[in-house]
């Protein structure tokens, strides 16, 4: 049994979602698809919904938060969410919980630390999450690489990082011009490269592995995504194993302790 674990039950486009599984109970960090699959995918890997305790949102945006409204109504439990991810999420008769990047807070026993990302949403942030002295960070859905996210990154045995697209191909690609510029800017998504850079730079002696999550289906290719990452890090001469989630798929469990 690991201290904590995180399953990816989608990701890409299409729905983000993951399980994270604390000692007490478990939660979901953003809830992109419908909540029927989200709790067949739950059940997949061997939980009970009623086991799942509430969902935390990063920000707003239809992949992250398709089934929430209906997962909390039909369980009943809570959403966690910064101000302005709530004000743009229809969440009517479901309780809010309102949380602050840099405000750390508990759920099932696992502490999460909210820090802010830059991303074309209202008040978008990524976690820290740690249960003793296991520590995992997930970044994705942001444009660039801040000081910011690096320092909260810093330390962690397992990181999630979004790869989202390989430059060459966004750029040959069939996209329209306005929405490759979106894409490939400060609030947008991190390319392969970005991706690399991040795993690299805040990687330290103590992180095992890097989850590369949030792969376009379009633009981008898991064997693209992987090599980028690796050479990156062995230019950087860390030696942390790389694993990656495919659009859509689940993956994981992914556990520490
Ligand atoms: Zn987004
Ligand atoms: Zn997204």
């Known amino acids: 049994m690991h201290d904590i674990s995180v399953s990816v039950l989608s990701s890409g486009s299409c729905g ?135 320092d909260e990154l810093s330390g962690v045995e397992l990181m999630f990082v979004e790869a989202n697209y390989d430059e060459r191909m966004l750029l040959e690609g069939a996209y329209p011009d306005f929405l490759k510029r979106t894409i490939k800017g400060d609030h947008g998504h991190l390319s392969n490269e970005d991706a690399g850079l991040l795993s690299s730079k805040a990687s330290s002696s103590k992180t095992r592995k890097v989850v590369l999550v949030h792969l376009s289906a379009e633009n981008n290719t898991p064997e693209k995504a992987r090599s980028a990452v690796e050479e990156s890090l062995k230019r950087h001469r860390r030696s942390v194993e790389v694993g990656v989630s495919e659009h859509g798929n689940m993956s994981g469990p992914y556990g520490l302790g």
């Open 16 to 150: 983000n979602s993951f399980l994270v599984k604390g000692p007490e109970t478990s939660f979901l960090l953003d809830a992109g698809l419908a909540c029927r699959e989200l709790e067949r995918r739950i059940s997949c890997f061997g939980l009970d919904t009623t086991q799942v305790e509430g969902v935390v949102l990063t920000h707003e945006h239809v992949d992250h938060i398709r089934g929430v409204r209906r997962f909390c109504a039909v369980h009943n439990i809570p959403v966690y969410g910064t101000r302005g991810t709530l004000a743009l999420t229809d969440i009517d008769g479901t309780e809010k919980r309102v949380i602050s990047a840099g405000k750390e807070f508990s759920i099932g026993g696992v502490r999460l630390k909210p820090f802010k990302v830059r991303h074309l949403a209202a008040e978008p942030v990524g976690f820290s999450m740690s249960v003793g002295t296991n520590r995992v960070g997930v970044a994705s859905d942001l444009g660039c690489i801040t000081a910011n996210v690096l």
